[in-house]
C-alpha cells in the first residue's frame, strides 16, 4: 500500500514569491494534516481537515497561508507571498479517524527562501 | 506545550537494547502513548502506541506503568540505522489528535 506522497521534495524561491505545495493521503483516509518543521525543532500543527472541511486552523497563518482538499482527498498549501522565515519542512500525514488511530507522515517538502 | 518530558540525548552500543524513557505525568484516561522516530531528512515514522497495556510489534516494545505516567520504548537489538530522533507524545489518537511533539530524544547507536 502507497504511503502519504508529497511532491515536491524540494523548493528554493526567492522572498515574496508564491508556492505551493501537494499532498496525497493514503487511500481511505480521511483526516489529513499539514504541519511545518523548524530546524532543530518537532513538527506543528497548521491545519487539520475531515473529509473537506477545515475543522483546526487555528495555527494557519491567515495572512499568507491557505490551504484546500477540495475532493477530501488530496490538498494544495500554499503560501503568498512567501518570506525568510517561512524556509521549514512542510509535513503532511493522514489518519483513519477514530480515537486510537495513527498519523502516517509523508516525506516532507523541504522550502529554502533566499 | 508538549505534555511529555524526555531526556535530550542517549547512546547505544549496536546490538544492545535501547531503552528510550518518557515521562508523562499529566496523561488523561483515554489519551494514548505514541512513539514515532525521524531520521535525518525524513518525515517521522510512526514505531509503536499503547493505551494501557503493554504493546509489541515487529519495530519495538512499549512498557507503560500502571499508572501511566511514565513509559518506556524497547528497541530490543539496535542497529545503526535506528540512529534517529525518537518522540514521546501522548494523544488521543485518530480524528482527535493534534500530535504535539516536544524535542525528543537523539538516539545515537554507536558501532
Known amino acids: 500500500e502507497a504511503g502519504v506522497v508529497q511532491s515536491p521534495r524540494y523548493k528554493i524561491i526567492e522572498k515574496k514569491q508564491p508556492v505551493a505545495f501537494w499532498c496525497n493521503p493514503i487511500s481511505g483516509h480521511n483526516t489529513l494534516y499539514w504541519y511545518r518543521q523548524n530546524l532543530g525543532q518537532g513538527p506543528e500543527l497548521l491545519i487539520r481537515y475531515e473529509n473537506e472541511e477545515a475543522v483546526d486552523d487555528s495555527q494557519l497563518p491567515k495572512d499568507r497561508f491557505s490551504a484546500e482538499r477540495l475532493k477530501g482527498v488530496d490538498s494544495t498549501l500554499k503560501i503568498q507571498p512567501a518570506e525568510l522565515g517561512d524556509s521549514a519542512v512542510y509535513l503532511c500525514a493522514s489518519s483513519s479517524g477514530g480515537l486510537g488511530e495513527t498519523q502516517y507522515f509523508g516525506p516532507g517538502t523541504r522550502l529554502l527562501v533566499l | 506545550d508538549a505534555k511529555t518530558t524526555q531526556p535530550t540525548s542517549m547512546d547505544c552500543a549496536e546490538g544492545r537494547a535501547a531503552n528510550l524513557p518518557c515521562n508523562h505525568s499529566t496523561i488523561s484516561g483515554n489519551e494514548y502513548v505514541y512513539w514515532y522516530r525521524q531520521i535525518h531528512s525524513q518525515g517521522p515514522q510512526y514505531i509503536i502506541h499503547?493505551?494501557?497495556n503493554n504493546e509489541t510489534n515487529e519495530m519495538a516494545s512499549l512498557i507503560i506503568t500502571e499508572d501511566r505516567k511514565s513509559s518506556t520504548l524497547i528497541l530490543p537489538h539496535a542497529t545503526l540505522r535506528d540512529t534517529a530522533v525518537y518522540y514521546c507524545?501522548?494523544?488521543?489518537?485518530?480524528?482527535?489528535?493534534?500530535?504535539?511533539f516536544g524535542k525528543g530524544t537523539k538516539l545515537s547507536v554507536k558501532p
Open positions: 499503547g493505551l494501557k
Open positions: 507524545i501522548v494523544d488521543y489518537g485518530g480524528s482527535q489528535g493534534n500530535l504535539i
